[in-house]
């Protein structure tokens, strides 16, 4: 299973990202994606999660209302898009999948990519 993430970069604070996992070797339509973040010190944290369609999606409380999951099973990539950044979302973020549950705790995910660095200046 590969999971490879892209898209980080450094933004101004208020600015947008687009992130993006491309997949291969899992059935992606039956897994459950997620991505998460870990900043320098800090645990590992649950960003947003979404279910095999995407018709259900999770998120973190610190992204809510500004940070959207999305996924293409037709093209095994889930997506990320960041909006009003702030420096305080200054970490490394990964994808990750697993098979069923219905926990987003790092332990429960089966699967995880590199990370991609996102860096908000303010």
């Known amino acids: 299973v590969q999971l490879q993430a892209s898209g980080g970069g450094l933004v101004q604070d208020g600015g947008s990202l687009r992130l993006s996992c491309a997949a291969s070797?899992?059935?992606?339509?039956?897994?459950?994606m997620a991505w998460f973040r870990q900043a320098p010190g800090k645990e590992r944290e649950f960003v947003a999660g979404?279910?095999?369609?995407?018709?259900?999606?999770n998120y973190g409380d610190s992204v809510k209302g500004r940070f959207t999951i999305s996924r293409d099973n037709d093209q095994s990539t889930v997506y990320l898009q960041m909006n009003s950044l702030k420096p305080e979302d200054t970490a490394e973020y990964y994808c990750?999948?697993?098979?069923?549950?219905?926990?987003?705790?790092?332990?429960?995910?089966?699967?995880w990519g590199k990370g991609t660095l996102v860096t908000v200046s303010s």
């Open positions: 990750a999948a697993k098979i069923f549950g219905r926990t987003w705790r790092p332990d429960d995910m089966a699967y």
């Open positions: 070797g899992l059935a992606f339509s039956r897994s459950l």
């Open positions: 979404s279910s095999w369609t995407g018709g259900y999606t």
